[in-house]
């Protein structure tokens, strides 16, 4: 499976936007990318996906780059409520799995 | 609401038990999976399913065994072969395997030891 790096932990102000990186420099043509965060002592809840175009929905932004090895999730205001774990995660066309690394930790402060 | 609901929220083992984690879905979907988390790590792919009577191992299936006799239950048995099974269970289910697909995740059942 490609791999994503991201970085362990990010500081971000309320009401500030974050830029939350990822890398996956070995995505292949048909990897799709996803996003997920999870609070504490809860599962995974999904925010965001995409392939080739940037991505919008109610809860964040997703910018992929041109070629397609690394891609951002924007939080165009972040909130307390934010504060999680997010994970990139690369997924394959066939869809059989979804390989977690450990994440980035944001931390939001007041 | 539409959703995933895992029990116990808490369950404690005592040596050479075998336990046995709820996972149930009302969201119509084919594909389920379990996970594995211990603290501070990402989650690990225990076994996942994409239709009834059907599973496949994932990551780390050594010491778990599931069955999938129902759409929409997908039981997870942590066995006495399983050495260290303190960790957070999480299960999951998405719409037929696809990449575009997201996967919806319960609330997780803790397993310690007694």
């Known amino acids: 499976d490609a791999k994503t790096t991201q970085p362990n932990s990010m500081e971000s102000n309320e009401e500030e936007p974050v830029h939350l990186p990822c890398n996956h420099s070995t995505i292949s043509g048909t990897d799709y990318i996803h996003w997920y965060r999870q609070l504490p002592s809860q599962g995974p809840e999904y925010v965001i996906h995409?392939?080739?175009s940037n991505v919008n929905n109610r809860m964040a932004s997703l910018a992929i780059a041109e070629d397609r090895k690394s891609s951002t999730l924007i939080l165009h205001r972040a909130t307390l409520r934010d504060a999680a774990v997010y994970y990139c995660?690369?997924?394959?066309?066939?869809?059989?799995?979804?390989?977690f690394g450990e994440g980035t930790q944001l931390t939001v402060n007041p | 609401d539409g959703g995933i609901t895992q029990s116990p929220k808490y369950l404690f083992r005592k040596e050479g038990q075998n336990v046995t984690l709820s996972c149930e879905q009302n969201l119509n979907h084919d594909a389920m999976y379990w996970y594995r988390q211990d603290p501070g790590q990402g989650l690990r792919l225990i076994y996942y399913?994409?239709?009834?009577?059907?599973?496949q191992k994932g990551d780390i299936a050594e010491g778990y065994s599931v069955s999938r006799e129902k759409k929409e239950s997908f039981p997870l048995t942590v066995t006495s072969a399983q050495k260290n099974p303190t960790a957070f269970y999480l299960c999951?289910?998405?719409?037929?395997?696809?990449?575009?697909?997201?996967?919806?995740f319960g609330d997780g059942t803790r397993l310690s030891i007694l």
């Open positions: 399913s994409q239709i009834v009577n059907d599973f």
């Open positions: 995660i690369l997924r394959g066309a066939s869809g059989s799995r979804l390989t």
């Open positions: 999951a289910s998405s719409a037929p395997l696809r990449g575009h697909q997201p996967q919806h």
């Open positions: 995409g392939l080739t």
